[in-house]
């Protein structure tokens, strides 16, 4: 339940900064070990349709800080143009051994577990980084 309380105040502070007018939330995201930036957009999804998966470990980051590690990125056949779907790592998970983890397929999914979040943030590629 703390996981998911830390996930919704994130997207809650995003939210937030969109209605008072101040920069848009963009947080990072690995897609097979490229770093992106993204752009938290508001909008009312119906929960059906096409989503990738994005994993995170509130309290914790992945490789070099970044908190969000995402199944697809743009140019893969399966993107969903910035759907997500988002995962967290459960309760009795080890988050120290995903300390360096940069790619899904670095993660043993069975760690993590699906939220009622759904929401869309594109994934934009961050140059000279």
Not at 2 to 15: K, W
Not at 42 to 60: C, I, Q, R, S, T
Not at 89 to 104: E, P, Q, S
Request: aromatic fraction near 10%; glycine fraction near 6%.
């Amino acid at each position: 339940m703390v996981r998911i309380t830390l996930t919704l105040g994130l997207l809650s502070l995003a939210l937030s900064a969109l209605t008072y007018s101040q920069a848009l939330p963009r947080p990072e995201s690995w897609a097979d070990c490229e770093r992106f930036a993204g752009v938290v957009a508001p909008n009312a999804l119906p929960v059906e349709g096409n989503f990738d998966k994005l994993y995170m470990m509130p309290g914790h980051t992945f490789k070099d800080g970044v908190p969000l590690i995402s199944e697809s990125k743009p140019g893969d056949a399966d993107y969903n143009g910035g759907r997500w779907h988002l995962y967290v790592l459960k309760r009795d998970a080890n988050a120290n051994r995903y300390a360096n983890a940069c790619r899904v397929e670095d993660l043993d999914l069975n760690d993590f577990e699906p939220t009622d979040k759904y929401f869309t943030c594109p994934l934009l590629p961050r140059r000279g980084h």
